[in-house]
């Protein structure tokens, strides 16, 4: 009687990489989603300067100055106040019956960006669809 001392040969442990690599993924796409880019607010904008082949001529056309201390001028008339609605009635007034008119912000590049939003505001109160902007442009020639 031989006795038999073969060793049965175990199965190794391994190691399920599967739920691993599920759960960094997981935290990858949370991180992403997660994450604020501080990029944007590091953006250095330097505003109005355009580049325009040519400057259009607007016929019918309402001309607002924002001055860079958050004053207005409607067709160069001083508007007394800050307001919205005082805004709105000079624009109102300087459109007359029509509702045709393009109306031009000339921003001051130092101007608060809330004074340009109140004359989109007071625009679109007058009922004032059509909105342009003036620029200068970079070599220094004329508006818009």
Avoid: C, W
């Avoid at 325009?52 to 001529?57: G, K, M």
């Avoid at 919205?84 to 921003?107: M, N, P, T, Y």
């Avoid at 004359?119 to 004032?128: E, K, P, T």
């Amino acid at each position: 009687m031989a006795m038999n001392f073969h060793h049965r040969r175990s199965e190794e442990p391994e190691i399920n990489l599967i739920p691993f690599i599920d759960v960094l993924l997981v935290i990858l796409i949370f991180l992403m989603l997660s994450t604020t880019y501080s990029k944007f607010t590091e953006l250095k904008v330097n505003l109005p300067v355009a580049d325009a082949d040519a400057s259009r001529d607007y016929p019918r056309e309402i001309i607002v100055a924002v001055s860079g201390d958050g004053r207005y001028a409607v067709n160069k008339q001083a508007i007394d106040g800050r307001s919205v609605d005082g805004l709105a009635a000079a624009l109102r007034q300087a459109a007359g019956d029509g509702k045709e008119h393009v109306v031009i912000v000339s921003a001051d590049a130092t101007a608060a960006h809330q004074s340009v939003i109140n004359v989109m505001d007071a625009a679109r109160r007058a009922g004032l669809s059509q909105l342009t902007f003036a620029t200068q442009s970079s070599t220094g020639g004329g508006a818009r």
